[in-house]
C-alpha cells in the first residue's frame, strides 16, 4: 500500500503562483509514476503532470499547463506541482496519484493505483 498526502491548496489571484505538495509514505519502492490530476464538479478528473519515480528528469504535462506548471519530487518521497501565471480555469480539486509498474499511458487515470484525498485550488480575484 502507499498513502498519499497533498497540502497546499488555497485561493490565489489571477497570474499568481502556488505549490501543491504530495507526501508519499508506505511502500513507495514499487512506485513506477507519480502524477497529479484535477477535477471539476460535475466534470471528468482531467490530467496535469506525471514523473517517473526513479527517473525525475523524465516528465510529462497536459498541453494546457504546459510552461506554466512544473511537476519535481525530492529525496523524502514528497512530489511537488509548482503552478506560475495562474488562471480562473485552473480552479479545481488537485489530486495526488502513484502508479504501479504496468503497461500503458501515465497520462490517463486507470494506470493510477492510489489516491490522495484532494486539496482544493481556486483562482480568483
Known amino acids: 500500500q502507499v498513502q498519499l498526502v497533498e497540502s497546499g491548496g488555497r485561493l490565489v489571484q489571477p497570474g499568481g503562483s502556488l505549490r501543491l505538495s504530495c507526501a508519499a509514505s508506505g511502500r513507495t519502492g514499487s512506485v513506477y509514476a507519480m502524477g497529479w490530476f484535477r477535477q471539476i464538479p460535475g466534470k471528468e478528473r482531467e490530467f496535469v503532470a506525471r514523473i517517473i519515480w526513479s527517473d525525475a528528469s523524465d516528465t510529462y504535462y497536459a498541453d494546457s499547463v504546459k510552461g506554466r506548471f512544473t511537476i519535481s519530487r525530492d529525496n523524502a518521497d514528497t512530489v511537488y506541482l509548482q503552478m506560475n501565471s495562474l488562471k480562473p480555469e485552473d480552479t479545481a480539486v488537485y489530486y495526488c496519484?502513484?502508479?504501479?509498474?504496468?503497461?500503458?499511458?501515465?497520462?490517463?487515470?486507470?494506470?493510477?493505483?492510489?489516491w490522495g484525498q484532494g486539496t482544493q485550488v481556486t483562482v480568483s480575484s
Open positions: 496519484a502513484a502508479g504501479l509498474p504496468a503497461t500503458g499511458n501515465y497520462y490517463l487515470s486507470q494506470m493510477y493505483n492510489y
